[in-house]
């Protein structure tokens, strides 16, 4: 899923500045299972921002709405009757559903409440971790289901580098050295012949470097 | 501000903190008539959503007693609401309040006693700290004073 991380309480309400009145939109989606934009998440934010303002005597009126998702149009269509009542609409959603909103509703300014910080999944509840880079090039085939490019340091490709010390990181004591982990595994696996065979220099234009991506699925396009 | 008299929200656990607070009442102790009950069925139904209402219609201090440690009723709820009382607790402060406007006590249900000291101790706690900027009633007297 994505992972996105609420902005400073500062930086929302200096983006909320000279409104009076704003939709505060979650997202039902990644946010919402990452703790972070979802309803409840949405509740707290208005009651901290409504709380905010109403102290330093410049009260703000909110309305609070969560859709199922914010990166499809038709979800977003929900907020059609109330976007036009409000003077800006505080998405919860993460950066892609903010752009939604923002193309979809083109008089309103829409804002993120959240920073988009990466894909991955929980370990425990409340505790999230970093597992894919979206590459455009799957090569767990070859490093045992574990992704040297998001979680190597330096997104080495044929083992680890002079910088890991008894599994861990260089860069920090507390995270694993992807390269250690994924020679453990293949040995258990008994599949050490793939880390033999070498990667090539990776070609990262299926990455950002080629530019925004797109991915069409054509029996779907009329 | 010497006649403040501040509401004080109790979110009260039905197998504990509710049954202490019964308890006083048949005790005849006293307690600060400032403490307004509202039951839950276990502390582990709290979210900040509640506590952050609470403060928002102008609570000037709010607290949640649940079970003793190692007691709840559903095993862990307190254990629960400890962590998110906490979590609460910044959420208010990057706000601007002062996050001692919000604690969590345990107490069984046997401890009559306790929560009378509790509702005691914690208004007078908030009486230090004064009306919270939110309590609509003594914002009106402070500015007509102004």
Same mark, same amino acid.
């Given at each position: 899923?994505?992972?996105?991380?609420?902005?400073?309480?500062?930086?929302?309400?200096? $983006?909320?500045?000279?409104?009076?009145?704003?939709?505060?939109? #979650? @997202?039902?989606?990644?946010?919402?299972?990452? +703790?972070? #934009?979802?309803?409840?998440? /949405?509740?707290? +934010?208005?009651?901290?921002?409504?709380?905010?303002?109403?102290?330093?005597?410049?009260?703000?009126?909110?309305?609070?709405?969560?859709?199922?998702?914010? @990166?499809?149009?038709?979800?977003?269509?929900?907020?059609?009757?109330?976007?036009?009542?409000?003077?800006?609409? +505080?998405? $919860?959603?993460?950066?892609?559903?903010?752009?939604?909103?923002?193309?979809?509703?083109?008089?309103?300014?829409?804002?993120? /409440?959240?920073?988009?910080?990466?894909?991955?999944?929980?370990?425990?509840?409340?505790?999230?971790?970093?597992?894919?880079?979206?590459?455009? /090039?799957?090569?767990?085939?070859?490093?045992?289901?574990?992704?040297?490019?998001?979680?190597?340091?330096?997104?080495?490709?044929?083992?680890? @580098?002079?910088?890991?010390?008894?599994?861990?990181?260089?860069?920090?004591?507390?995270?694993?050295? /992807?390269?250690? +982990?994924?020679?453990?595994?293949?040995?258990?696996?008994?599949? $050490?012949?793939?880390?033999?065979?070498? $990667?090539?220099?990776?070609?990262?234009?299926?990455?950002?470097?080629?530019?925004?991506?797109?991915?069409?699925?054509?029996?779907?396009?009329? | 501000?010497?006649?403040?008299?501040?509401?004080?929200?109790? !979110?009260?656990?039905?197998?504990?903190?509710?049954? =202490?607070?019964?308890?006083?009442?048949?005790?005849?102790?006293?307690?600060?008539?400032?403490? *307004?009950?509202?039951?839950?069925?276990?502390?582990? %139904?709290?979210?900040?959503?509640?506590?952050?209402?609470? !403060?928002? &219609?102008?609570?000037?201090?709010?607290?949640? =007693?649940?079970?003793?440690?190692?007691?709840?009723? !559903?095993?862990?709820?307190?254990?629960?609401?400890?962590?998110?009382?906490?979590?609460?607790?910044?959420?208010?402060?990057?706000?601007?309040?002062?996050?001692?406007?919000?604690?969590?006590?345990?107490?069984? =249900?046997?401890?009559?006693?306790? !929560?009378?000291?509790?509702?005691?101790?914690?208004?007078?706690?908030? &009486?230090?700290?004064?009306?919270?900027?939110?309590? &609509? &009633?003594? *914002? %009106?007297?402070?500015?007509?004073?102004?």
């Amino acid at each position: 899923m994505v992972i996105g991380e609420r902005k400073p309480f500062d930086e929302i309400i200096m $983006m909320l500045g000279g409104h009076k009145k704003v939709l505060v939109l #979650g @997202c039902g989606g990644c946010v919402t299972v990452c +703790l972070t #934009g979802g309803r409840d998440e /949405a509740r707290v +934010l208005s009651s901290q921002i409504k709380m905010a303002r109403d102290k330093d005597g410049n009260p703000i009126e909110i309305i609070e709405e969560t859709v199922e998702r914010q @990166c499809d149009p038709e979800y977003i269509e929900q907020a059609a009757p109330i976007v036009p009542e409000v003077d800006a609409v +505080l998405s $919860m959603a993460c950066g892609v559903g903010v752009q939604y909103m923002a193309e979809r509703y083109k008089d309103t300014p829409v804002y993120p /409440a959240l920073n988009t910080t990466f894909v991955g999944g929980s370990t425990k509840e409340g505790f999230y971790v970093e597992k894919c880079q979206t590459c455009g /090039a799957c090569k767990l085939y070859y490093t045992g289901g574990i992704c040297p490019i998001a979680r190597c340091s330096k997104s080495l490709l044929n083992g680890p @580098c002079g910088g890991s010390t008894k599994g861990k990181c260089e860069i920090d004591p507390e995270v694993d050295c /992807a390269w250690q +982990l994924i020679v453990d595994r293949l040995e258990s696996l008994n599949l $050490m012949d793939r880390y033999e065979d070498l $990667m090539e220099i990776n070609d990262w234009r299926p990455n950002r470097d080629g530019g925004p991506r797109k991915m069409v699925r054509e029996d779907f396009q009329r | 501000m010497a006649d403040f008299e501040p509401t004080i929200v109790a !979110f009260c656990c039905h197998y504990c903190a509710y049954g =202490a607070a019964d308890l006083a009442g048949s005790m005849r102790l006293e307690y600060p008539t400032n403490i *307004r009950i509202i039951r839950l069925p276990c502390t582990g %139904k709290i979210t900040p959503v509640f506590l952050l209402r609470a !403060f928002e &219609k102008g609570a000037d201090g709010v607290y949640v =007693a649940g079970c003793l440690e190692g007691d709840c009723h !559903f095993i862990q709820g307190n254990l629960v609401a400890k962590p998110r009382v906490n979590y609460t607790k910044k959420l208010i402060q990057e706000v601007g309040l002062e996050p001692e406007r919000l604690e969590m006590f345990n107490m069984s =249900a046997a401890m009559g006693p306790r !929560f009378a000291e509790v509702a005691r101790e914690f208004t007078e706690r908030i &009486k230090g700290l004064g009306p919270s900027p939110l309590n &609509k &009633k003594y *914002r %009106k007297i402070s500015e007509q004073a102004a």
